[in-house]
């Protein structure tokens, strides 16, 4: 199968998302399941802060900045760990679970069995929609920020640097200190580094697979696992089934953008959130963790979260701030009749959270750039129907949302999960329907007012539900059961779970809605006449490494995605992605470069910039303000050498 050529990469990027994490993980006296669920969160921790650390030292992205990172934070857990103990035993100290202590070694293997075969349904489903969405390893997003993206990637392979705070440098000309978050690329370019291969786009499926198929299972089906502690083995088992079942999440963030840090960002936030629940006391009994283990956790966990995309770290504190209000209130009202002093502590941390909270969300607010596209109405019907942005509503997903929604009202252990819904749903509503103004900026800049952003953020709060609609009606199933013990068996038990599976897979995946779904993806990584890159405009890409000399910069128009010539043959082009800043010499080219042969401005920026060629693509927007690099044909001084249809690679005469 044509598939298999992404198992090298996808083996890399697996060592590099659960090996960095079960290291540290182990330090931390993480055990099973919390250990396999939690280690993505702080390996990507690892290797976004290894890019960061790794260039300031002065090491080339790979490998040894990850294992040296790996080892150091092993030592300093460990130390931490060691010192917690010794000075403040309650806070770190395991407590031994008499459950866990009488385990036999057949409830031992039924404990790993029902996870993994909950992991294997929903990796099975996802790796079935993914090679049916991307349809080749070969193929790439035809959207404007896989630009950025897959340059990005090709800079690291090409300099050995990956810090998310230079990226900038991929400029010519320009300051290189600016952040964006690369832990995506990181993890993209290891695999690409580690094979000695250049071909991009087998490595971003790579990852991209990885995600759908391991991460995000593990992290949520690890949410699930807090959330229920107690779960059967049926509701795990479907709870897999549901996790890949959801087309808001992640496929939409893999069609729109692509929004790949993004898609990372929310992949990891189930960890965090699960640990926060945990500090926050709210979670029913089930496993016990020592409270200053868990706070050490989630701040491991936190700088991947940011690194993977800062707005999952806005997510993680707009689900936990009603929580984080309602935990004091609990306690204050516990303590205040008693002894007002031991309320102090609740009302001080929950009053700094909450002002720390608000100045972050404040620092993240950027121009709203996206309008609302939805009525209040469609906006609340997208929610119930688990389809936001998606042509057609689910309606089994429908069913299992009301169902859930009756579970929380009825379950008072499970009845707060009402609050980040709210918020969620709130941010959905900013995004999707909120007129423009003040309100939608301070609500939602934080995510460019994005609504495909905040419909693949539903995911979180929704995927819960879903699973609490389960639960529902396991209940009702056992409760049908038991008034019948003659069908009250084993084997009957195992029949329903196969055929509630079967109904799951069945009444969410073969329906028009999901097909509606999986076509609008594919048709994102498709190669035509009407794509970001026409076959054409690849055809002249692929001719370019033949014609230009080592070192030569091509001039190109990022809008017309004439700039993915660097990441797919390496020839270094003077933008690499659609917006930015730029200096002085590259706008004398994006506004004059056709004058070449009688403004003498141009000349010396061509020189200073080391520019041969322009390369001219047809526009894919109506106004892309690069006037210099249009209708070249018309200009004097610039001979074409490549042409295929519109697509047309000049040299620039007028300035040899």
Not at 271 to 289: C, D, K, M, T, Y
Not at 403 to 431: E, K, N
Not at 467 to 489: D, E, H
Not at 507 to 534: E, F, K, P
């Amino acid at each position: 199968m044509v598939w298999f050529a992404l198992a090298p990469y996808v083996a890399v990027i697996l060592v590099a998302v659960m090996v960095p994490g079960i290291c540290i993980g182990l330090v931390l006296r993480l055990r099973g399941w919390s250990l396999v669920g939690i280690a993505p969160a702080l390996s990507v921790s690892v290797v976004g802060l290894a890019a960061i650390g790794g260039e300031a030292v002065g090491l080339s992205w790979g490998w040894v900045p990850i294992t040296a990172l790996t080892a150091i934070l092993c030592l300093i857990v460990w130390g931490l760990v060691q010192a917690g103990v010794r000075f403040l035993p309650a806070l770190f100290q395991l407590v031994v679970d008499p459950e866990m202590d009488s385990e036999t070694p057949k409830s031992r293997l039924f404990s790993v069995a029902v996870p993994a075969t909950a992991l294997l349904a929903a990796s099975s489903l996802a790796t079935w929609r993914f090679t049916q969405m991307i349809l080749a390893p070969e193929r790439f997003s035809q959207t404007f920020d896989n630009i950025f993206h897959m340059n990005a990637v090709r800079w690291t392979l090409d300099t050995g640097y990956s810090s998310s705070l230079f990226m900038h440098s991929m400029t010519p000309g320009v300051d290189p200190h600016g952040f964006y978050p690369m832990a995506w690329h990181n993890l993209v370019s290891l695999a690409n580094l580690t094979l000695n291969s250049v071909n991009i786009p087998y490595g971003s499926n790579a990852m991209m697979l990885v995600l759908v198929t391991v991460i995000w299972p593990l992290t949520s089906l690890f949410l699930v696992s807090r959330l229920f502690p107690k779960a059967s083995a049926a509701l795990t088992i479907l709870s897999g089934i549901l996790a890949s079942s959801f087309a808001s999440f992640p496929w939409l963030l893999l069609g729109f953008g692509v929004l790949y840090p993004n898609a990372l960002g929310f992949s990891l936030l189930p960890v965090s959130l699960g640990l926060a629940f945990s500090l926050l006391n709210i979670l029913p009994q089930g496993e016990r963790v020592p409270v200053g283990l868990t706070i050490l956790t989630l701040v491991g966990c936190l700088p991947g979260l940011f690194l993977a995309h800062p707005n999952a770290v806005l997510s993680l504190m707009a689900m936990i701030s009603p929580l984080v209000i309602l935990w004091a209130w609990r306690g204050v009202k516990a303590t205040w009749t008693k002894n007002r002093k031991q309320a102090r502590p609740y009302i001080v941390t929950t009053a700094s959270t909450l002002i720390i909270f608000a100045g972050i969300w404040g620092l993240s607010l950027v121009r709203s750039t996206y309008k609302p596209p939805n009525s209040l109405g469609t906006t609340l019907s997208e929610i119930l129907s688990a389809s936001p942005l998606v042509i057609a509503p689910f309606w089994l997903l429908a069913a299992l949302i009301i169902a859930g929604i009756a579970w929380m009202i009825r379950d008072s252990g499970i009845r707060w999960w009402f609050y980040p819904t709210i918020v969620v749903c709130f941010l959905w509503y900013a995004a999707s329907a909120m007129p423009h103004g003040f309100l939608r900026k301070i609500t939602v800049g934080g995510y460019y007012a994005d609504p495909h952003r905040l419909g693949a953020l539903l995911t979180m709060v929704l995927f819960p539900i879903t699973v609490m609609g389960i639960q529902s009606f396991i209940t009702v199933g056992s409760f049908i059961l038991k008034r019948f013990p003659k069908i009250n068996t084993p084997l009957i038990k195992a029949l329903c779970l196969v055929l509630a599976g079967i109904g799951l897979i069945v009444g969410i995946q073969n329906t028009s809605a999901m097909t509606s779904h999986i076509g609008w993806v594919r048709w994102h990584y498709q190669l035509d006449s009407g794509s970001l890159i026409s076959i054409d405009e690849y055809s002249v890409i692929k001719q370019i490494p033949n014609i230009i000399s080592q070192g030569e910069r091509v001039a190109t128009n990022p809008w017309t995605a004439s700039s993915l010539v660097y990441a797919l043959s390496g020839v270094p082009v003077t933008l690499t992605h659609i917006t930015g800043d730029t200096s002085d010499d590259l706008e004398i080219i994006k506004n004059s470069l056709r004058e070449a042969q009688t403004n003498p401005r141009v000349c010396p920026a061509v020189r200073a910039l080391n520019i041969g060629y322009v390369l001219q693509f047809p526009n894919k927007v109506a106004h892309t303000n690069y006037v210099g690099l249009e209708n070249l044909d018309e200009a004097e001084g610039f001979t074409a050498v490549a042409r295929v249809g519109e697509a047309v690679f000049f040299r620039i005469d007028a300035c040899q």
